[in-house]
């Protein structure tokens, strides 16, 4: 996809008012707490990256990240009521899960090379329970035609009964964890080198999000040692 990615002004003012009102919201019913925030680049393109347990991670990080995010989100979000109205509004990216889809590759690697961040979840679904699930590739595709940063982000707190338990009054807790910016040298193999240096990568993302979580949030990814550097 050529030319460059420009949001519409009416969708930039949707975020004016979107991202506040889901502050308000989730400070109303949660205790929100997010550590790492000095890890965020103060401008340009980088990846988003992190675990996808339920419906309320893509809110909460677009809600409380620096600046505006682009995100990409279950193309079946959209056909649903409230949910569908608010993918909208934000001007979300939809993505259809279990098929390759090579125009939703180049609408991101577009965003990034507009000079946008965009958030993602590698999972590519959400695991419905803590537990990380093994992470698609994707994600190093991206990073390796548009060679952005990486910021890893662990979300503890958002499973499937965070809203029920909000609104019985039981105020849960919700964190976000921001890592430090990974950085990938150039993807230069070629062939079965180059999907095996992919998969290493979508590895080291998915360890990095892993140690920004207790054990047990991590799943398949729970062997990552706590002590690497």
């Not at 537990?131 to 990073?143: K, R």
């Not at 809203?163 to 807790?173: D, G, S, Y």
Request: aromatic content about 8%.
């Amino acid at each position: 996809m050529d030319g460059e990615y420009s949001l519409p002004a009416k969708i930039r003012l949707a975020r004016t008012a979107l991202r506040p009102g889901f502050r308000l919201i989730f400070r109303a019913l949660s205790r929100v707490i997010i550590t790492g925030d000095e890890n965020v680049p103060r401008s340009g393109a980088y990846l988003v990256a992190l675990n996808h347990v339920s419906l309320y991670e893509a809110p909460l990080v677009c809600a409380f990240w620096p600046v505006p995010l682009e995100a990409m989100g279950a193309a079946e979000i959209w056909d649903r009521p409230g949910q569908g109205t608010l993918a909208r509004l934000y001007g979300g990216i939809p993505v259809h899960r279990g098929q390759y889809d090579r125009r939703l590759l180049d609408t991101a690697l577009t965003v990034l090379r507009s000079g946008y961040p965009l958030v993602l979840a590698p999972e590519g679904e959400r695991s419905h329970t803590p537990g990380m699930q093994p992470a698609h590739t994707g994600i190093a595709y991206l990073i390796e035609k548009a060679q952005v940063p990486v910021i890893p982000v662990g979300i503890v707190g958002s499973t499937e009964d965070f809203l029920e338990r909000a609104l019985n009054r039981e105020r849960p807790t919700i964190e976000m964890h921001i890592g430090k910016p990974l950085i990938f040298p150039p993807n230069e193999m070629r062939g079965a080198k180059r999907r095996d240096l992919r998969q290493q990568t979508t590895d080291r993302v998915m360890q990095e999000i892993a140690a920004l979580l207790p054990p047990e949030y991590r799943g398949v990814y729970a062997l990552y040692d706590d002590n690497h550097g």
